[in-house]
């Protein structure tokens, strides 16, 4: 179907598919395993590997984690279905990336980075805690340095000048920050769809990706390659956004059938994807870990800082204290793109 026209819009076609703050205090990798073992998540440098005895369970392909005991997998499944940080250190320690930072890669491409920030931070009267600087493996882009930033909350009564972690009793937003310069092969078509005219298009999607160019046939988008070839549309290049609207395959059919200027942002084909789906989360080890937040899906390229909306973006960090250790873990956790939903 060509789009351009109400009467005649493109299907989803879907195929299934298998799955300067702080100065850098050592430059330790973590490097993604060549094939992680859905059983077996590997860490950096050390493997996790499921004791003899234990049979593996059955789950559904997108799930992520296994639902056997903290200490064997490193994270677990609460009754809900809600994901929560687990100990990754319960079976064997972890590589360290940085003072107090390590990952592991886990199953459906999914990094979990975790820092054990000093909890004494989060009582005292500054404003930002950031960690130190971390490489990790990130699937589709390779080595990427990032660093966990945690922001005194905003509350009302409290002005800008006297936020801080003491005044605001602990609560705070986490934020990941890739460091890197994230290679971005995006271009922008900006016609004008008048009455009758179309884009002519066909456009497919697997599952959980975007907007792909099938065909280009007579319209808008041929007439623009023709007066721009340093920009053309090709077959295969990806559509991220249509007049602001991006992420749902709907919407963006819908704003594709939009009278007036349109204007559009593309990737070319080939070129790794920037974005992930980002989750957020606190505690664990010692003190119960509270549930992850998320997923929120995040281009790097565009934005270096990812963070949780304000709506759910606040936590309390005095809660999730290990008083022995004078720690508080925070988890980030990126992972390749999946449907939205289709992981618990």
Same mark, same amino acid.
């Given at each position: 179907?060509?789009?351009?026209?109400?009467?005649?819009?493109?299907?989803?076609?879907?195929? /299934?598919?298998?799955?300067?703050?702080?100065?850098?205090?050592?430059?330790?990798?973590?490097?993604?395993?060549?094939?992680?073992?859905?059983?077996?998540?590997?860490?950096?440098?050390?493997?996790?590997?499921?004791?003899?005895?234990? @049979?593996?369970?059955?789950?559904?392909?997108?799930?992520?984690?296994?639902?056997?005991?903290?200490?064997?997998?490193?994270?677990?499944?609460?009754?809900?279905?809600?994901? *929560?940080?687990?100990?990754? &250190?319960?079976?064997?320690?972890?590589?360290?990336?940085?003072?107090?930072?390590?990952? *592991?890669?886990?199953?459906?491409?999914?990094?979990?980075?975790?820092?054990?920030?000093?909890?004494?931070?989060?009582?005292?009267?500054?404003?930002?805690?950031?960690?130190?600087?971390?490489?990790?493996?990130?699937?589709?882009?390779?080595?990427?340095?990032?660093?966990?930033?945690?922001?005194? #909350?905003?509350?009302?009564?409290?002005?800008?000048?006297?936020?801080?972690?003491?005044? *605001?009793?602990?609560?705070?937003?986490?934020?990941?920050?890739?460091?890197?310069?994230?290679?971005?092969? /995006?271009?922008?078509?900006?016609?004008?769809?008048?009455?009758?005219?179309?884009?002519?298009?066909?456009?497919?999607?697997? /599952?959980?990706? &975007?907007?792909?160019?099938?065909?280009?046939?007579?319209?808008?988008?041929?007439?623009?390659?023709?007066?721009?070839?340093?920009?053309?549309?090709?077959?295969?290049? &990806?559509?991220?956004? *249509?007049?602001?609207?991006?992420?749902?395959?709907?919407?963006?059919?819908? #704003?594709?059938?939009?009278?007036?200027?349109?204007?559009?942002?593309?990737?070319?084909?080939?070129?790794? &994807?920037?974005?992930?789906?980002?989750?957020?989360?606190?505690?664990?080890?010692?003190?119960?870990?509270?549930?992850?937040?998320?997923?929120?899906?995040?281009?790097? #390229?565009?934005?270096?800082?990812?963070?949780?909306?304000?709506?759910?973006?606040?936590?309390?960090?005095?809660?999730?204290?290990?008083? /022995?250790?004078?720690?508080?873990?925070?988890?980030?956790?990126?992972?390749?793109?999946? @449907?939205?939903?289709?992981?618990?």
């Amino acid at each position: 179907s060509i789009v351009g026209d109400e009467e005649a819009q493109p299907q989803i076609c879907r195929s /299934t598919t298998f799955d300067p703050f702080e100065a850098d205090a050592q430059n330790s990798v973590c490097v993604a395993p060549p094939q992680p073992s859905l059983l077996a998540p590997q860490a950096c440098g050390v493997g996790v590997f499921l004791p003899q005895g234990i @049979p593996p369970l059955a789950m559904a392909p997108n799930m992520l984690a296994l639902e056997v005991p903290l200490q064997v997998v490193g994270q677990q499944m609460v009754q809900t279905g809600t994901l *929560v940080p687990g100990d990754l &250190s319960a079976s064997t320690p972890l590589q360290q990336l940085a003072p107090d930072v390590s990952c *592991v890669h886990l199953p459906h491409g999914v990094v979990r980075m975790q820092w054990e920030a000093d909890s004494r931070r989060f009582a005292g009267r500054g404003a930002t805690v950031v960690s130190p600087a971390f490489s990790v493996d990130v699937p589709g882009l390779g080595q990427q340095t990032f660093k966990i930033v945690v922001h005194a #909350a905003a509350i009302h009564g409290v002005g800008k000048r006297g936020c801080s972690f003491l005044a *605001v009793g602990g609560n705070a937003t986490v934020e990941l920050k890739c460091e890197s310069q994230v290679p971005d092969d /995006t271009y922008v078509v900006v016609v004008d769809k008048v009455e009758g005219a179309r884009l002519g298009m066909d456009l497919e999607s697997r /599952t959980g990706e &975007s907007w792909r160019v099938k065909a280009i046939g007579s319209g808008l988008i041929t007439q623009w390659n023709q007066e721009h070839p340093e920009a053309r549309v090709t077959m295969g290049d &990806s559509i991220l956004e *249509v007049n602001g609207v991006s992420g749902d395959l709907a919407k963006v059919r819908e #704003a594709c059938t939009q009278r007036g200027a349109l204007r559009l942002v593309l990737r070319r084909a080939g070129q790794p &994807s920037s974005s992930f789906d980002v989750r957020f989360g606190i505690g664990g080890g010692a003190v119960p870990a509270q549930p992850m937040r998320g997923p929120v899906r995040h281009d790097f #390229a565009a934005e270096s800082c990812c963070g949780l909306p304000a709506s759910e973006g606040v936590w309390d960090f005095l809660s999730a204290v290990d008083k /022995t250790a004078k720690k508080v873990r925070v988890v980030c956790e990126i992972s390749s793109i999946h @449907p939205l939903g289709s992981r618990p």
